[in-house]
């Protein structure tokens, strides 16, 4: 199988478990947009909302990019997530409690 068959692959297989968890919180699911927000309030403002997040819901995030210093933070706060790059200058995240 060559290389762009396997990412084709990757792809759909993030999608369905995008839809997977979409699913799984049904209505269950909060809304934040932080594309707009300068360092570091993007990162504050996705810990704040996590923190009034109740169990059985999650987070559905719009960024402007991968948010690397919050995903081991979601680790230390036992959170997972799952992300969705949807162009250069747009990602999104569904965070929810492991």
């Known amino acids: 199988m060559n290389h762009v068959k396997r990412a084709d692959i990757a792809l759909k ?3 369905l478990q995008i839809i ?3 699913l799984k919180f049904k209505n269950n699911i909060q809304t934040i947009d ?3 927000l300068e360092m570091p309030l993007p990162m504050l403002t996705i810990l704040d909302a996590l923190d009034k997040l109740p169990a059985e819901n999650a987070l559905y995030v719009y960024h402007k990019r991968i948010p690397v210093f919050l995903l081991p933070e979601l680790s230390e706060r036992k959170f997972d997530y799952r992300i969705k790059e949807i162009s250069a200058g747009e990602v999104h ?3 929810f409690r492991k």
């Open 34 to 36: 932080v594309r707009s």
């Open 20 to 22: 997977f968890f979409f």
């Open 93 to 95: 995240l569904l965070i």
């Open 13 to 15: 297989i993030a999608a």
